[in-house]
């Protein structure tokens, strides 16, 4: 069990340390790749269908309309307007809302 633990602890640190690979990127492109894969078959598979029923036709355009949601999600339009970008951590804008305890009653005298 002792030489197990050593050899997995010592493939982690290779991984860690050894090889300088982008696995942000790598991951990145692979989930792009997996998205567009997923459209484009959402894409096909609603075009190969034919609606003959107000229930299909409606299903249909919701489906397509969530797809043009998702592409605006990842591809955001870029706006020239906006010259201020707001991260999520940054709260010099954004009215913080703490819950407070009640003030204790002075009961000393």
């Known amino acids: 069990m002792p030489i197990v633990k050593s050899i997995f602890w010592l493939g982690v640190a290779f991984v860690v340390i ?24 959402l894409v096909e598979q609603t075009n190969v269908a034919t609606c003959s029923t ?15 949601a998702i592409e605006d999600f990842l591809e955001p339009a870029s706006n020239t307007n906006n010259t201020t970008s707001q991260t999520m951590n940054d ?4 009215a913080l809302l ?3 305890p009640r003030a204790r ?3 000393s005298g």
């Open 91 to 94: 709260f010099s804008t954004t």
């Open 54 to 68: 107000i229930e299909c036709l409606g299903t249909k355009m919701a489906v397509s309309a969530g797809v043009k």
């Open 98 to 100: 703490v819950p407070k």
């Open 18 to 41: 050894g090889p300088q690979i982008d696995y942000q990127g790598s991951a990145s492109s692979i989930s792009n790749q997996a998205i567009n894969a997923g459209q484009q078959l």
């Open 105 to 107: 009653i002075s009961r």
